[in-house]
């Protein structure tokens, strides 16, 4: 039986000559929810990136492997077809190109020809009941004078529609108000209540605790420097929290 989970070993990522990632150890099980903190800086959004596939990010040595399968030797469109999910931290504007089209678009690319045009309406419809979104989303164009809630629920949406393996949400609190974020959480605690969504595991790449208070995550590490220096609970982030990346940092050189 192939080795279920994403899992990343001794990762290291370079951007530009530079190394960023210096040894990456991870592993997120399907149905879990792992968060990714660290200080602005410490190679979180390289690590999201590097899975996805941007060619910008250079995987020096390492391994990737989602359910078995080296992601790592496959363009960014196989990493999807395999179901890896990427949220991006700010969502591109397409001026022209409405939402259902490229929703249908998407599913399209990743389970090409699965679902019937009428089918695929009717999923459409149901996953934005469970996600308490309005219809009127569909007709316009793709995060076009979207507020920063309105793209992350989209966003939201799309994970909903492509039902992925594994999604990674990659700093997706940032920018968003209280009401956004309680949002973004019922989105994602409603989605894993569906029968596609529970087994779904989570990586949530976040700067501040803030989302971890309406996502509550089964671990959190902490990515400091390139390296994730500590691992443990839920409480972890409000240690963080409380105490700031500076205590993590020394309580950490003192160890070495």
Sequence with gaps: MPQTGLHIHD???????????KGIDLSV???????????????KSTLANALAGHPHYTVTSGTATLDGEDILTMPPDKRAKAGLFLSFQYPAAIPGVKVANFLHAARQAVRPGDLSPSKFRAMLFEKMDTLDMDAAFLGRYLNDGFSGGEKKRLEMLQMAVLAPRYAILDETDS?????????????VHALRATEEGKNCGFLIITHYPRILAHITPDVVHVLIDGRIVMTGG???????????????????????
């Design 234 to 256: 839920a409480d972890l982030a409000h240690r963080i929290e409380r105490e700031g990346y500076d205590t993590i940092r020394d309580e950490v050189a003192s160890r070495a």
């Design 11 to 21: 990762l290291h990522v370079s951007v530009e000559g530079i190394e960023i990632l």
């Design 29 to 43: 099980e399907a149905g879990r929810v792992h968060a990714l903190m660290g200080p602005n800086g410490s190679g």
């Design 175 to 187: 920018g968003l108000d209280v009401d956004a974020l309680r949002s973004v959480g019922q989105a």
